[in-house]
């Protein structure tokens, strides 16, 4: 998979939650978590991208922690 820069991880929060209010609090609450993520499992923790799909998600071991969807909305 190749590597995305933190601007291309920012745009796709902008095509998941076209919305700048709802996309800069998810980003900031992705931040937040990675940040959790590293203190906790420093060598356990991955932020996944998959190739030609609009997605983005954080992987601590085996389970996916934090995947915004297209669309969503915060509670």
């Known amino acids: 998979m190749p590597t995305k ?11 998941l939650l076209p919305d700048q ?3 800069l609090r998810c980003l900031s609450l992705f ?5 959790y ?6 060598n356990e ?3 996944v ?3 030609n799909r609009v997605e983005v998600r ?3 071991g085996h389970l996916v922690t934090f995947a ?4 969503a909305g915060l509670l």
């Open 5 to 15: 820069s933190l601007p291309e991880i920012r745009q796709l929060f902008e095509k």
């Open 21 to 23: 209010t709802l996309h």
């Open 31 to 35: 931040a937040k978590s990675i940040r």
């Open 37 to 42: 993520a590293h203190c906790y499992a420093p």
């Open 45 to 47: 923790w991955v932020v």
């Open 49 to 51: 991208v998959p190739s």
């Open 58 to 60: 954080l992987t601590v």
């Open 68 to 71: 915004p969807e297209r669309g």
